[in-house]
């Protein structure tokens, strides 16, 4: 089993930059795809980004790409997602995820294809 938690979530301004964490206990997650999805109030969860486990393919949603960053160090088992250039339609809760092998035929933006979720981090952007 793979326990995910996320942190570094906060209020920031329109404009302004956040890094979120996602911190892996368990076991290594150094053969797991990670990714990051949001959920805004009344909306659907929403793919955000991914990398894979070997942090050589990475890929973002439209409204994040140029903006947002996803990186992961398998020696501290943590997996982070930098936020730049912040806009209040980002505003939602981040959610982190895991994707054993046995899911890798499943594509990545698809929540179906991670095993682990963590229990979120809420990010607020003002105007």
């Known amino acids: 089993q793979v326990q995910l938690v996320e942190s570094g979530g906060g209020l920031v301004q329109a404009g302004g930059s956040l890094r979120v964490s996602c911190a892996a206990s368990g076991r290594t997650i150094s053969s797991y795809n990670m990714g990051w999805f949001r959920q805004a109030p009344g909306k659907e969860r929403e793919f955000v980004a991914r990398i894979s486990w070997r942090g050589g393919t990475t890929s973002y949603a439209d409204s994040v790409k140029g903006r947002f960053t996803i990186s992961r160090d398998n020696f501290k088992n943590t997996v982070y997602l930098q936020m730049n250039s912040l806009k209040p339609e980002d505003t939602a809760v981040y959610y982190c995820?895991?994707?054993?092998?046995?899911?890798?035929?499943?594509?990545?933006?698809?929540?179906?294809?991670?095993?682990?979720w963590g229990q979120g981090t809420q990010v607020t952007v003002s105007s």
């Open positions: 995820a895991a994707a054993d092998p046995s899911r890798y035929s499943v594509s990545p933006v698809s929540p179906v294809a991670y095993n682990y």
